[in-house]
């Protein structure tokens, strides 16, 4: 398994992209990685299409993944998954939430959601993991934690131990809420083994 | 504080400059290149030059929290305040910082009268104008030793002089190239850059923005490359700087798929909406103001004429309303958040009553400063930390500025709403109307029990009313040819609307709006 990588994380503001970008990168780091991690607040939030990008390996230096060198991306949303296809090589493989949320010229009536979305990344001969994560949540016990599930579903990608990222859940997700999460994150590994 | 928040602070940070203080003071400047939540991307390095005080600018987190610990050092050692510059890609980053110990200043505090350091009338300051010159020589002979300011060698041909984020980027475009790292970015050590210069064949400038280390460095008579090559305007990255020195390296890249964009938006509930909803209907200018609410720009609401600087929406209309004249009461208004009013629109109000203006001023109170992450402010009954603090009354402090005729209104009632507009509007004197109800949000408005609204569809009619307000929650479904009657409907109802009850926030703006019953809160 690749021992440098460039993550990308997008979809759609408020979906819990930070913490899962972010439980994903002190597993790294546990695991020995260095690592960095940008995103922009403020005006990008607030429903609009937003990124993460997670650089590991010996050393990082730049924050920012170059366009055409993101060798995992994880899309929270489907079109959110090739909004940034330039950032993709042919490589690449893509992590997909299988939901829909409609932008606000789609839910108007304006123009509609684009079908078949994901064949613009099958047709580069980019290989496409789908995720239902809002359902795995559910089974798993809290629709809220469909972040975890493709934290999961990612994990299975990433040079790093179950045991690690499990250990990283603990200390970031209150008492109340561990057992759920740790469900969840076995459930998105499961789904994309 | 913010590239622009440094304009706010320049007034004193230039006296500050010959004053020095008693102890560090280190002023900390996030720049913004590509303008990702920004009005304007300056290069607040110029500050540094202007102000002649030392500018230290870090490359990442952990470069960042050894550099302030040199910026309060310095300070204090040359009595100088120092700009520490962050851009975007620093301060939005997260990396692996080594926790230190704590380091406390040898200054006491305490009260010290030095009349000839702190009064800056004609007389003292012309003698702390020479200091200041005397300081920035000292300061000049220490960048050249500094260890922040190094040289990394290579085995290329090429030499880079760089600083802040751009050094990472010239690190991984140019691997094996000499870089001269500027972690002091003002003054500048001319002796270290010329013997770098003398060391390599070719010589490359790569800085974001302005080309503020190229004009010096070629002000010493140094030949470089920079600025052109290397874009003045946006961020930098890696491949950026690799293609623009090297056009041949430029990658092939995926084509990007036209798909339909999705901005940013006002939240579900937000309280914004139903003023912009109505504004939009009001055919007037708006003069807007810096927080969400500049989001009413995008349609489908598009209400929104300017947007200038924190501030500005009261003085524009004011200004405007002064040179259209007479009749043109009717014709402005500005909107501005509550804490945003607080920090600077006051100052326009006072403005606007003094010199007998006639526009109505909208104080969007929502009890918070939402954009920015919830900070309290001195409206909202909480000091910074979250401990509680004396609330301002907006209400008497305008009526205290002499502002007559002050309404308030829950926006989520939308119609009365507009009412309450169209009479303030109306009005030949000063008005101001406060929007008033909680950001979506706050904690508190997070965890309490919300009944939300839901879509009584056979009552739905098509008429649009609740979509136009650009709700998240709020979707229409078109019906396909003959469906319409096939479900029920009249023959030509072009489709239903329907609320995502996970998202809707119940603010109740969209029932408030429809006519036709079509949409109610759960039990009723």
Same mark, same amino acid.
């Given at each position: 398994?690749?021992?440098?990588?460039?993550?990308?994380?997008?979809?759609?503001?408020?979906?819990g992209i930070?913490?899962?970008?972010?439980i994903?990168a002190?597993s790294?780091?546990?695991?020995?990685?260095?690592?960095?991690k !940008?995103?922009?607040?403020?005006?990008?939030?607030?429903?609009? !299409?937003?990124?993460?990008?997670?650089?590991y390996?010996? &050393?990082?230096?730049?924050?920012?993944?170059?366009?055409g060198?993101?060798d995992i991306?994880?899309?929270?949303e489907?079109?959110?998954?090739v909004?940034?296809?330039?950032y993709l090589?042919?490589?690449?493989r893509?992590i997909?939430?299988?939901?829909?949320?409609?932008?606000?010229?789609?839910?108007t009536g304006?123009?509609?959601y684009?079908?078949?979305?994901?064949?613009?990344l099958?047709?580069?001969?980019? !290989?496409?993991?789908? /995720?239902?994560a809002?359902g795995?949540?559910r089974e798993?016990?809290?629709?809220?934690?469909?972040?975890?599930?493709i934290v999961?579903?990612?994990?299975v990608?990433?040079p790093v131990?179950?045991?690690?990222?499990?250990?990283?859940? &603990?200390t970031?997700?209150?008492? &109340?809420?561990?057992? /759920?999460n740790?469900?969840a994150?076995a459930?998105?590994?499961?789904?994309? !083994? | 504080m913010?590239?622009v928040?440094?304009?706010?602070?320049?007034?004193?940070?230039?006296t500050a400059?010959?004053?020095?203080?008693?102890?560090?003071?280190?002023?900390?400047?996030a720049d913004?290149?590509?303008m990702?939540?920004?009005?304007?991307e300056?290069?607040n390095?110029?500050y540094?030059?202007?102000?002649k005080?030392?500018?230290?600018e870090p490359?990442d987190p952990?470069?960042?929290?050894?550099?302030l610990?040199?910026?309060?050092?310095?300070?204090?050692?040359?009595?100088?305040?120092?700009?520490?510059?962050?851009?975007?890609?620093?301060?939005h980053?997260?990396?692996?910082?080594?926790?230190?110990?704590?380091e406390?200043?040898?200054t006491?505090?305490?009260i010290?009268?030095v009349?000839?350091k702190?009064v800056?009338l004609?007389? $003292?300051?012309?003698?702390?104008?020479?200091?200041?010159?005397?300081?920035?020589?000292?300061c000049?002979?220490?960048?050249?030793?500094?260890?922040?300011?190094r040289?990394?060698?290579g085995?290329?041909?090429?030499?880079?002089?760089t600083?802040?984020?751009s050094?990472?980027?010239?690190?991984e475009?140019?691997?094996?190239?000499?870089? $001269?790292?500027?972690?002091?970015?003002w003054p500048?050590?001319?002796?270290?850059?010329?013997a770098?210069?003398a060391s390599?064949?070719?010589?490359? @400038?790569?800085?974001?923005l302005?080309?503020f280390?190229?004009?010096?460095?070629k002000a010493?008579? @140094?030949?470089?490359?920079?600025?052109?090559?290397?874009?003045n305007?946006?961020e930098l990255?890696?491949?950026?700087?690799?293609?623009?020195?090297?056009?041949?390296?430029?990658?092939a890249?995926?084509?990007?798929?036209?798909?339909p964009?999705r901005?940013?938006n006002?939240?579900p509930g937000?309280p914004?909406?139903g003023?912009?909803?109505?504004?939009?209907k009001?055919?007037?200018?708006i003069?807007g103001?810096?927080?969400?609410?500049?989001l009413?720009?995008?349609?489908?609401l598009?209400?929104?004429?300017?947007?200038?600087?924190?501030?500005?929406?009261?003085?524009?209309a004011?200004?405007?309303?002064?040179a259209?004249?007479?009749?043109a009461?009717?014709?402005?208004?500005?909107?501005?958040?509550?804490?945003?009013?607080?920090?600077?629109?006051?100052?326009?109000l @006072?403005?606007?009553?003094?010199?007998?203006?006639?526009?109505?001023l909208?104080? $969007?109170?929502n009890?918070i400063t939402?954009?920015?992450?919830?900070?309290?402010?001195?409206?909202?009954?909480?000091?910074i930390?979250?401990d509680?603090?004396?609330?301002?009354?907006?209400?008497?402090?305008?009526?205290?500025?002499?502002?007559r005729?002050?309404f308030?209104?829950n926006?989520?009632?939308?119609?009365e709403t507009?009412?309450?507009?169209?009479?303030?509007?109306a009005?030949?004197e000063?008005?101001?109307?406060?929007?008033?109800?909680?950001?979506?949000?706050?904690?508190?408005?997070?965890?309490?029990?919300?009944?939300t609204?839901?879509?009584?569809?056979?009552?739905?009619?098509?008429?649009?009313?609740?979509?136009?307000?650009?709700?998240?929650a709020i979707?229409?479904?078109?019906f396909?040819?003959g469906?319409?009657?096939?479900r029920?409907?009249?023959?030509s109802?072009?489709?239903?609307?329907?609320?995502d009850?996970i998202l809707c926030?119940?603010?109740?703006q969209c029932a408030?709006?429809c006519?036709?019953?079509?949409?109610?809160?759960?039990?009723?």
């Open positions: 398994m690749r021992t440098t990588g460039n993550i990308l994380f997008s979809g759609v503001g408020g979906q930070l913490l899962a970008s972010e994903t002190y790294l780091l546990a695991a020995g990685f260095d690592a960095k !940008s995103e922009v607040h403020g005006m990008a939030q607030r429903g609009g !299409s937003v990124t993460a990008q997670l650089r390996g010996d &050393k990082v230096y730049s924050p920012l993944i170059e366009p060198r993101a991306q994880v899309a929270f489907m079109m959110e998954a909004r940034y296809l330039p090589h042919k490589d690449s893509v997909v939430n299988t939901q829909k949320i409609l932008p606000p010229s789609v839910a304006k123009t509609a684009p079908e078949a979305v994901l064949d613009n099958t047709g580069h001969g980019i !290989s496409v993991v789908c /995720v239902d809002f795995l949540a798993a016990g809290e629709v809220r934690t469909a972040n975890i599930v999961g579903a990612l994990s990608f990433l131990e179950a045991a690690v990222y499990e250990q990283v859940i &603990k970031r997700v209150p008492e &109340k809420f561990r057992e /759920v740790l469900r994150f459930a998105g590994r499961k789904a994309s !083994s | 913010k590239h928040g440094l304009n706010v602070a320049a007034d004193p940070l230039f400059s010959y004053t020095g203080g008693r102890g560090g003071l280190v002023v900390v400047t913004d290149p590509e990702h939540s920004s009005q304007n300056q290069d390095r110029n540094a030059f202007a102000a005080v030392p500018m230290l490359s952990a470069e960042a929290k050894e550099f610990k040199l910026a309060f050092a310095l300070s204090e050692q040359l009595d100088t305040p120092v700009l520490f510059r962050i851009t975007t890609r620093v301060s980053v997260k990396g692996v910082v080594k926790k230190g110990e704590m406390a200043s040898a006491a505090i305490g010290e009268k009349p000839g702190f800056m004609p007389a $003292l300051a012309r003698k702390r104008r020479v200091a200041v010159e005397e300081r920035m020589l000292k000049r002979d220490m960048a050249e030793i500094l260890p922040c300011n040289v990394e060698e085995t290329s041909k090429r030499g880079f002089i600083s802040g984020v050094y990472l980027y010239v690190k475009a140019f691997p094996d190239a000499a870089v $001269l790292k500027l972690g002091m970015c500048l050590p001319e002796a270290k850059i010329r770098f210069a390599v064949e070719e010589l490359y @400038i790569v800085e974001e302005d080309p280390l190229e004009l010096h460095i010493m008579g @140094i030949a470089c490359h920079g600025k052109d090559l290397i874009p305007q946006g990255n890696t491949a950026i700087i690799r293609s623009a020195i090297d056009p041949s390296q430029a990658p890249l995926f084509p990007a798929v036209d798909l964009p901005p940013p006002m939240c937000c914004h909406r003023i912009f909803f109505n504004l939009a009001l055919k007037v200018f003069s103001d810096i927080g969400c609410y500049t009413g720009f995008l349609p489908p598009s209400a929104l004429d300017s947007t200038v600087c924190m501030g500005a929406s009261v003085p524009i004011h200004g405007m309303a002064k259209l004249g007479e009749g009461h009717d014709k402005i208004v500005a909107v501005i958040g509550d804490s945003t009013f607080m920090h600077s629109g006051i100052t326009g @006072i403005n606007t009553v003094y010199n007998n203006s006639a526009s109505t909208i104080i $969007l109170d009890r939402a954009m920015t992450g919830q900070q309290q402010n001195p409206a909202s009954g909480c000091n930390k979250g509680p603090a004396f609330a301002i009354d907006i209400e008497a402090l305008c009526r205290a500025v002499g502002v005729h002050v308030v209104v926006p989520h009632k939308v119609p507009r009412k309450v507009l169209e009479e303030a509007i009005l030949t000063p008005s101001v109307v406060i929007s008033r109800a909680p950001c979506v949000l706050l904690p508190e408005m997070k965890v309490r029990k919300t009944v609204f839901y879509t009584q569809q056979d009552n739905c009619v098509g008429c649009m009313s609740c979509i136009r307000l650009g709700c998240p979707s229409w479904t078109a396909a040819e469906e319409a009657e096939a029920g409907y009249k023959k109802q072009k489709g239903i609307s329907r609320i009850e926030n119940a603010c109740g408030s709006l006519k036709f019953h079509a949409i109610t809160q759960e039990g009723e």
